[in-house]
């Protein structure tokens, strides 16, 4: 019986390729034949799933992080020409520490740094995965350095969520990012006030990174959900058919996760193929829960909770769950 374990990452925790390999590794010791499909969803990760699944060469370039200090950052360059770019690997907010975020100072302009360094590394399209960042700065630091795209770009969302308002990037994302709530309202009055935005603020994604969304779509790029991106370039609609179970999951199972992320469109995927999908998070939220069952997750599970005991929890999930399909 296959049994596709299918994670992102556990941020901070593991990355996709070690969950996935946890999950095999316990599904196997089941008797079950375990497929390994590690995924990212436009957010941090999603070069390295993509390099996976479609090859290409790492570079990487001199940029600055969110906070305008000097860090090298990888892009991978594909034999086709096409770049995969990622906004955490500039100004990504795990490259901060805890005592260091600066939510009303941080910028984008080393994402646009970074983009072109892409192009001066020969590179003739690219998509750029937006999650991950540190910034709320509705791409202003971004275009401060490209005020045009170099070439034709494809924005890979991690959430679709609006550029403003209760669901917006300042209001649902600004906290994480170390943003007191007089801060959160400072942020969401400033994109509110970019007129470039402005026809934009509604469209899914628009909010992702920040207001990076809402950026790039000013600028003429695609705006797509980075889940379906991977998904297709995986071949994970061919992967699934005829598995027996599929094992998703990430960090935390939250609103958000129904929003864009892996486990919304792996719920999705398998539903399709009719293949039942069982969801895990390290944290589980009431609201993550219900809104993956109704799309049609077969369950939801909270693993311990313990950094320390993630890849042993994930091990005895993937024993636990292939037993209940291994006949």
Do not use: Y
Not at 144 to 156: C, G, K, M, R, S
Not at 230 to 257: R, W, Y
Not at 260 to 265: M, N, Q, T
């Amino acid at each position: 019986m296959k049994v596709v374990c299918c994670p992102d990452s556990l941020k901070g925790v593991l990355g996709a390729g070690e969950a996935a390999a946890a999950l095999a590794e316990g599904a196997g010791a089941a008797g079950a034949k375990a497929v390994q499909v590690p995924l990212a969803d436009g957010g941090e990760g999603t070069a390295e799933v993509l390099h996976r699944a479609l090859g290409g060469e790492w570079r990487s370039a001199k940029v600055l992080d969110a906070l305008g200090r000097p860090v090298t950052a990888r892009f991978l360059l594909r034999p086709d020409g096409g770049a995969i770019v990622e906004a955490a690997e500039a100004i990504g907010l795990a490259r901060l520490g805890a005592s260091e975020l600066d939510p009303l100072g941080a910028t984008s302009r080393g994402l646009g740094a970074l983009l072109l360094a892409a192009v001066d590394a020969g590179a003739s399209h690219a998509v750029v995965a937006l999650g991950g960042s540190a910034t709320t700065d509705g791409g202003a630091g971004l275009r401060q350095v490209i005020d045009e795209l170099p070439f034709p770009v494809t924005a890979a969302c991690d959430v679709s969520n609006p550029l403003l308002g209760p669901r917006g990037a300042a209001r649902v994302f600004g906290p994480q990012k170390g943003a007191s709530p007089e801060q959160v309202d400072e942020l969401e009055r400033r994109l509110e006030e970019m007129p470039e935005l402005t026809p934009f603020r509604e469209l899914p994604g628009a909010g992702a990174a920040g207001g990076l969304g809402a950026a790039f779509a000013a600028l003429g790029a695609e705006l797509v959900r980075g889940i379906d991106l991977v998904l297709e370039a995986v071949g994970f609609d061919e992967i699934v058919a005829g598995g027996a179970l599929a094992v998703t999951g990430e960090g935390a199972v939250d609103a958000s996760s129904a929003e864009g992320k892996v486990p919304a469109g792996v719920v999705a995927a398998c539903a399709r193929a009719r293949v039942p999908c069982v969801v895990f998070g390290g944290r589980v939220e009431p609201a993550g829960t219900s809104a993956l069952i109704a799309a049609g997750a077969a369950e939801v599970t909270a693993l311990s909770g313990d950094p320390q005991r993630a890849l042993q929890d994930l091990r005895e999930l993937g024993e636990q769950l292939a037993r209940r399909v291994v006949v």
